[in-house]
């Protein structure tokens, strides 16, 4: 097998998903399934789950510069496994994928590294929150990256508390019972730089990480989200999405300033989008009305820059985004599935 062919046959999980996300439907079978009831451990679930299909370590970032201006920070490490284990050398099945992006109100910087298991270009500890591909780094002091002009470094001043989504870490992303394994870190104040190509600079925010892994999180009529992280000025959190299907299906969690999830099940939170704008990877809604009535929660959701397409392997929309209505804030929207396979390179 040449070595191109090799490259192609372990990327296969990741070209997979870029059918319309489809692939994270595909079989799982050999693989370990989520378990409802299965009590979440720590520092041990901060690392990898090899004998699972993907998981990912997930960072957003709502800040604002010294310049007065609004940003946005990106920083994501996907893990995918062509067999249900890990060895500790070149023929480790595990294959690494990293995302960065910035975003600015007028542009929007994305890259992407991949990684190959076994070898230490890229992995996550089972010891502490850390996790790297390359020189791209995550911990729980902070998270850098560079590529090529622009870059961040940005320090977390807390962890603050973990909350566990759906059942205590159960999340369910279907009627016919997909789910994942799921906990977030919403209260991470952050500061640090921002490296433009035009110069840096400083800013202050608050940071918010999602740890998911599962082997098969949707079914097999669903072929992408719309993934919504609230920050709200009063202090609490909303995680809400809408897993676009034959029918679609939703989850909430209503996170209370001091880190007490509520759960919502399917149907509970409604996202409908208002607005589509033209963007890098075709039309995409930018403008949502967002309620959760059992929390008197009714806001419009608008794209702080219309344009943040990530352009990388798997194409998405990831973006930070304004809040106004019942609730003030900022937050990130995260939506998949919007481009046509033909469109994608």
């Known amino acids: 097998m040449n070595v191109r062919v090799a490259f192609l046959c372990l990327m296969w999980p990741f070209a997979a998903m870029a059918q319309g996300f489809a692939g994270l439907a595909t079989d799982a079978q050999g693989f370990a399934m989520p378990e409802r009831g299965a009590a979440l451990e720590f520092p041990r679930d901060h690392g990898a789950h090899p004998d699972f299909r993907i998981e990912w370590w997930y960072v957003t970032a709502t800040l604002t510069g010294t310049d007065g201006r609004d940003y946005g920070a990106q920083w994501t490490l996907f893990r995918s496994a062509l067999a249900p284990y890990d060895t500790q050398d070149w023929s480790s099945p595990q294959v690494w994928l990293g995302h960065a992006a910035i975003t600015t109100e007028t542009d929007h910087y994305a890259a992407e590294r991949y990684g190959r298991g076994g070898i230490g270009q890229a992995g996550a500890s089972d010891e502490r929150l850390e996790a790297w591909i390359d020189d791209w780094t995550l911990s729980e002091t ?29 999340s369910v992303k279907s009627a016919s019972g997909q789910a994942s394994h799921y906990y977030s870190h919403p209260f991470i104040p952050v500061s ?60 909430a969690t209503w996170i209370d300033p001091d880190g007490t999830p509520t759960p919502f099940a399917n149907g509970e939170f409604v996202a409908e989008p208002l607005e589509i704008a033209a963007t890098d990877g075709g039309p995409i809604p930018v403008r949502w009305h967002v309620r959760l009535p059992r929390k008197q929660v009714d806001v419009t959701v608008i794209a702080m820059n219309s344009n943040a397409w990530m352009s990388v392997s798997i194409p998405y929309w990831e973006g930070p985004v304004y809040v106004t209505g019942t609730h003030q804030g900022r937050g990130y929207l995260e939506m998949t599935g919007y481009a046509e396979p033909d469109d994608e390179e």
């Open 142 to 170: 902070g998270m850098s990256m560079t590529s090529g002009d622009w870059g961040y470094d940005l320090v977390f001043d807390q962890i603050g508390p973990t909350v566990l989504q759906g059942d205590a870490g159960y």
């Open 192 to 251: 640090g730089s921002l490296h433009l190509p035009k110069g840096d600079v400083e800013v202050t925010g608050q940071a918010w990480l999602d740890r998911e892994w599962s082997s098969q999180p949707l079914a097999a009529d669903q072929t992408g989200w719309d993934w919504f992280s609230l920050v709200f000025d009063s202090g609490a959190r909303l995680m809400g999405f809408r897993l676009r299907g034959a029918q679609d299906f939703t989850a």
